[in-house]
């Protein structure tokens, strides 16, 4: 009987229903517990992940018998796809399954930073009553900037265009032609990423992780943002220069900042020093395509291409 090993978290009524009748191994501790998560490979056929599991080198070393990898989401910066081509090992990410997620993620984070109102409940509490202070901006009207354009960047140019905003959008890899560019909602256009930076009130980012993209968005890229713009980051941590982030929103030139990824995750407590007392930024722990709805969408794509690939060898 095939031996599933899951290392990180998922919806259990998936695994309950998709992978009925294989010997399989939920444990979402095994992530953090490297030697375990070795040992537990060692006769196993299928390995389901997420973000956090680094699947290269000696993991793969440990898994001689490996035939399938399930991706828990769509990013593949922490699987070595060379060497599990070069083993025959298949792998699928849950494309599509969280495109939604993390598209309200990004609108919603636009809202919050340009409005600038909703951390004041200390100071109302205390007798306060800033108004003048949080004056913000609305989201209409405002510029959302996307470097890269495919699946989830379309999914937030379509939320966007719903609250009116103009939306532009970058994609070296997508021809002028393509008709992604002019979706029912209104056309989005298409500038060279020096423009998008120049242009945009929000610049949401929509990269993997790759040679050409890590630090791309660095110190001198935040400088020629409009003053008062807000970034975006919810694609993979090591594509924006962190500091250079923390450094102009206390210096006031970057309006507001939402990092749901970063350089190193979990982001140690002295990395994280950078953002001390930092005004408008938000910061969550790579969770904007993780709700309960997209845990479910994504956990039953994923089980479901594993049992698939397991029954036809």
Not at 74 to 90: E, F, P, S, Y
Not at 91 to 107: F, H, L, M, R, S
Not at 250 to 259: D, P, T, V
């Amino acid at each position: 009987m095939p031996k599933v090993v899951i290392s990180e978290f998922m919806d259990e009524a998936a695994i309950a229903e998709e992978l009925a009748g294989f010997d399989t191994l939920y444990d979402p501790g095994l992530v953090d517990r490297p030697a375990a998560l070795a040992a537990a490979l060692g006769e196993a056929d299928a390995l389901i992940v997420r973000n956090r599991t680094q699947v290269r080198g000696g993991l793969l070393a440990a898994a001689p018998d490996l035939k399938v990898i399930g991706r828990l989401g769509v990013g593949l910066d922490n699987i070595d796809m060379a060497a599990c081509q070069a083993r025959g090992i298949a792998v699928y990410p849950a494309t599509g399954a969280n495109d939604g997620a993390v598209a309200e993620y990004v609108v919603a984070s636009a809202m919050l930073l340009l409005r600038g109102a909703y951390g004041a409940s200390a100071v109302v509490a205390a007798g306060g009553w800033p108004r003048n202070a949080l004056m913000g901006r609305e989201i209409a009207g405002q510029r959302l900037g996307l470097v890269g354009f495919g699946a989830i960047a379309r999914e937030t140019a379509r939320r966007a265009a719903a609250v009116g905003m103009a939306v532009s959008a970058h994609d070296p890899y997508l021809s002028a032609e393509d008709p992604a560019w002019t979706p029912p909602d209104g056309p989005v256009a298409r500038l060279s990423l020096a423009a998008l930076i120049a242009e945009s009130d929000v610049l949401s980012l929509h990269v993997p992780l790759t040679g050409e993209t890590r630090g791309l968005i660095d110190a001198a890229a935040i400088a020629r943002m409009p003053r008062g713009a807000v970034l975006i980051n919810a694609a993979r941590g090591g594509i924006v220069d962190e500091a250079a982030v923390a450094a102009s929103l206390r210096a006031g030139h970057l309006g507001g900042a939402a990092l749901d990824v970063f350089a190193e995750e979990p982001l140690g407590a002295q990395a994280g020093q950078i953002f001390d007392g930092v005004p408008n930024l938000i910061l969550t722990p790579h969770i904007a395509g993780v709700t309960r709805e997209s845990n479910v969408r994504v956990s039953a794509v994923t089980a479901r291409a594993v049992r698939r690939h397991l029954r036809e060898i």
